[in-house]
């Protein structure tokens, strides 16, 4: 497993991509050290990678389906307008923009079951029997979801909690703040659910599965703690959001721990098809395994290329 150490870019056909007449024949590719960045559409491409390929995914994907289409990204670059709810500067800080998930109307609710459906269904053959697939969310998405990866296949195995304060939505009844000012319109969350699905292993026992796939469990903390549903976490510390200043960025405490859980046997490729600024990527080089990337923005995919090699330093990152 494992390629030269370094760092390149260029054009070319990822290995696990076969060699077919619809493949994209040229993508733009980074690669630094295990891992390959790819700027690329992840349905196009999963469309044509290998099949059993892909060994543990962890992803963090767009929700509002809207929020990170070009016209939206646009606005939200600019500072004003669009779908992102863009918090004012105020006691001299400024906030940092955050995706509106509670405007979900009935009809996104139903556009969010047939994105990861048909998702869940490119995705099935490409992973391994008995590969762990790690999806973010939040409380109002989650179980929409889950009914998806089911129906493509994949059996559901928990959730992993993520103990972090996020977004903040329905703080106050809105218009009527000053007249129920004791009342909030929703709980706010404490947590970040991380649903947890696996394709069936395929073999009589977990062992079999195991030695043949390398997959179908999941990595103990340690000889005495088993892999747990809850990870305490902060948000991602100042120091990797100037490396990596991605709007929806993942501290790498919390996805060194995820990638090391996912990979039960500590080697096989991970896949993350909505990779953002890369921060998987650079878990996974910060813990020596292979990851491939998928991004579909170029303004994103160029700021992975320049974040990988400093988000995968050693934790703290203080010295960078
Ligand atoms: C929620 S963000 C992930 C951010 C990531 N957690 C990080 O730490 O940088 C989702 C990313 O998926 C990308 N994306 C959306 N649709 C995509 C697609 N079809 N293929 C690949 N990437 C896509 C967006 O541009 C966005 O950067």
């Known amino acids: ?35 390959t960045l790819v700027l690329a559409d992840c349905f196009e491409w999963l469309a044509h990678a290998g099949p059993n390929s892909i060994s543990a995914v962890v992803t963090d994907p767009p929700y509002g389906l809207i929020e990170y289409q070009p016209d939206q990204q646009r606005k939200l ?63 109002l998405v989650s179980p929409l979801v889950a009914s998806a990866m089911e129906r493509a296949g994949f059996e559901r195995r928990g959730e992993i909690v993520r103990l972090v304060r996020t977004f903040r939505g329905g703080d106050r009844p809105k218009g009527a703040e000053e007249e129920f000012p004791e009342i909030s319109s929703m709980p706010r969350a404490c ?15 977990l ?24 990870i ?22 919390f996805l060194r721990k995820l990638v090391r859980g996912l990979l039960p046997r500590g080697d096989g490729i991970v896949l993350d098809p909505f990779a953002g600024c890369a921060s998987t990527l650079a878990a996974c080089e910060a813990l020596g395994v292979e990851g ?28 960078i």
């Open 1 to 35: 497993m494992g390629r030269a150490k370094g760092t390149s870019s260029e054009t070319y056909h990822p290995e696990p991509m076969k060699a077919s007449a619809e493949a994209p024949s040229e993508l733009a590719v980074f690669r630094h050290g295990h891992q």
């Open 207 to 230: 062992a079999e599965n195991l030695r043949k796939w390398g997959t179908g469990g999941l990595r103990r903390v340690s000889e005495d703690t088993p892999f747990l549903d809850v």
């Open 232 to 253: 305490e976490s902060g948000t991602a510390p100042d120091v990797e959001r100037e490396i990596a200043p991605h709007p929806s960025l993942k501290p790498q405490a």
């Open 77 to 139: 670059r600019a500072g004003r307008g669009g779908v992102w709810r863009i918090p004012p500067s105020f006691d001299g800080a400024n906030r940092r923009p955050l995706p509106r998930f509670t405007i979900l109307t009935k009809t996104d609710r139903e556009g969010i079951v047939i994105f990861f459906e048909r998702w869940a269904r490119l995705l099935h053959p490409i992973v391994r029997p008995g590969a762990h697939v790690a999806i973010a969310g939040n409380p």
């Open 292 to 319: 491939i990337g998928l991004e579909i923005d170029p303004t994103y995919y160029e700021l992975g290329r320049t974040a990988i090699p400093g988000l995968s330093a050693p934790l703290p990152l203080r010295s």
């Open 191 to 205: 947590w970040e659910p991380w649903g947890l699905y696996r394709k069936p292993i395929e073999t009589k026992t």
